[in-house]
């Protein structure tokens, strides 16, 4: 937090307020682009990052994975793993790509294993 504090210019009590919702606070849109810029990605994925952990329930849920979960009874921990993958900014489309990238995350976790 220190290191985030330092490269976006804002207090590491302001975002320790912001990362724990404590006062419900609202930072103006130049603080969150400096935030984002910060740790290099964009306003609406820190936005969005911040409402997938902060709600307990699944929403915004792309369809290709909502399918794969409901057939294969992924578990909502691993749902909310997945959802939050993008690579360089894009995420898999249908319920092949997601099913691809379960399985490869599921397989080299148990050859870490061995």
């Keep these: ?3 985030l504090a330092r490269r976006s210019n804002i207090s590491k009590g302001y975002l320790s307020q912001l990362e724990n919702n404590a006062v419900k606070p609202r930072p103006s849109a130049e603080v969150l682009y400096r935030i ?3 740790l290099g990605t964009s306003i609406g994925t820190l936005l969005e990052k911040q409402l ?3 709600q307990n329930e699944l929403t915004d849920i792309q369809e290709g ?3 794969l979960a409901l057939a294969e009874h992924i578990p909502e921990e691993e749902i909310r793993m997945l959802a939050q993958i993008t690579y360089h900014g894009h995420r898999p489309c249908t319920t092949d790509d997601w099913k691809f990238l379960y399985e ?3 397989r080299s976790v148990r050859l ?3």
């Design 1 to 3: 937090m220190t290191e």
């Design 36 to 38: 984002a810029f910060a």
């Design 52 to 54: 997938v952990s902060a």
């Design 65 to 67: 994975l909502r399918w």
């Design 104 to 106: 490869s995350i599921k």
């Design 112 to 114: 870490e294993d061995h």
